[in-house]
Structure formats: C-alpha cells, structure tokens
C-alpha cells in the first residue's frame, strides 16, 4: 500500500473572488496528490528531476555538489559521494516538492493509502468530495 499525500488550495469564501477573476467565475485548482517515499527518477536524473519540478536551488545546488565532488575528490571518493549524492536526492526530492506546493498556497490537507494513483483519487474522492467536486 502507497501513501499519498494531497495539497489543495484552502477554500475560499464566496464573496472573495480571486484576484484578477471575475466573480463566480473561478474554477478551483484541482488537488495534487503526491507519492510518499524514495524518488528512483530524482536518483537517476538528479539536477534534470529538480530543474523539471522547478526546484532550482536544489538543481543548482546537487550539480554543484557533483561536480565539485568529481574535481576535488580522489577517482574513489568522487564515486562514493556522487552516489551517496543521488541518494539523498531521490530521499529528500518528494519532501522538497511538498515543501514548494505549500510555498505555493497548496499546503497539506491529508493522507490517503491505496495501491496506485487512480485509487488514491476514488478513495481521495469518497473521503472528501469537497475537493474534487468540478473535476472532470
């Protein structure tokens, strides 16, 4: 069983139309449900994974690292922390992009468990129908 976590914008009231739409007019932002756990695709690609997400201190700041790693270090050593570099990323990627959605305005609003993505939205859908509701 997978963990999800959902983001969604908080709700707001009828009478505050989002800046720069017309009232009664806005659609709400669909949730987003995010993968708990190890990212094999920030492992991989490490940077590239960061810099596709938008996370660009943590691209800047891994392929800094990496390379840095390879020129200063000894043919071994540079290995052994590239690896341990990608690593951390592919531990520490989802948690980053967790933090930016709520940077965002889509901070976390709960927890869902099923086995893969389009459970978790049937499920995300039977325990709070006021996030979906509007969705295709």
């Not at 720069?20 to 709400?28: D, E, I, L, Q, R």
């Not at 392929?63 to 570099?85: C, D, K, Q, R």
């Not at 990323?89 to 086995?115: I, K, N, Q, T, W």
Request: proline letters at 10%; hydrophobic letters at 55%; charged letters at 15%.
């Amino acid at each position: 069983m997978k963990l999800y976590t959902v983001h969604a914008a908080p709700a707001r009231a009828a009478s505050v139309p989002e800046a720069g739409s017309t009232p009664g007019a806005a659609a709400p932002r669909p949730p987003v449900l995010l993968r708990e756990g190890f990212s094999p695709w920030a492992f991989l690609f490490g940077p590239f994974w960061f810099a596709w997400n938008g996370l660009w201190w943590w691209a800047a700041g891994l392929l800094g690292l990496t390379v840095a790693a390879a020129l200063l270090l000894p043919e071994e050593g540079s290995a052994v922390i590239g690896l341990a570099l990608h690593v951390l990323a592919g531990m520490e990627a989802r948690d980053a992009l967790r933090a930016r959605l709520a940077r965002r305005g889509r901070p976390m609003v709960g927890v869902v468990a099923a086995p893969d993505l389009e459970i978790a939205w049937f499920r995300l859908a039977q325990e709070r129908p006021d996030l979906v509701r509007g969705l295709p």
